[in-house]
């Protein structure tokens, strides 16, 4: 399966980045579905069983309680004279705790750990044509506050590509401790 680590955005912040995903859709530029956008810990690619396992062993360990995360500011990588994704921002000392918490877990299983920067994927552009109005987009919603989302689990999520783009299933979460 082609699987990922990450925590889900609540609703209240997808609505408000829907205006900044509504002016990304360009033609030339992919924008994540709202059902799809969550913030990325660890990306594992094709996993067996096996590592399936020994990534959901790993989230059953994290020790953390719930906390909120905010959502702020908006930009691209790798940067914004030669865009691939449009991002949000998300601060969050307490996702950085969970990060590197797995971090030594996700090393085992043989993948490299790179720093954590924190972020929701909003778009990912595939036309450079489409260069210019995405740099409008983000001079409009660079300095936007789009919310905090309570951050009540970390799961592992096997993604399902389809000519009509991914589909997202959570395999496996961890529910973080009371208050």
Known sequence: MRAFIAVPVGDEVKRKIAPFSKALGLEGVTVVPEKNLHVTLFFLGEIDDKRAGEAASALE??????????FRGAGAFP????????WVGCESPELGRVYDGLSPAVKRMGYAVEPFRPHVTVARVKAPAAKPAVQEALKKFGGKDFGS??????????????????????VFAKTLCGP
């Open 79 to 86: 940067n914004e004279n030669f865009i691939r994704v449009v």
């Open 149 to 170: 989302s309570a951050v009540e689990k970390v799961a592992l999520y096997e993604s399902r590509l389809s000519p009509k783009g991914p589909a997202y299933e959570e």
């Open 61 to 70: 360990k994290i020790s953390v309680p719930r906390f909120e995360a905010r």
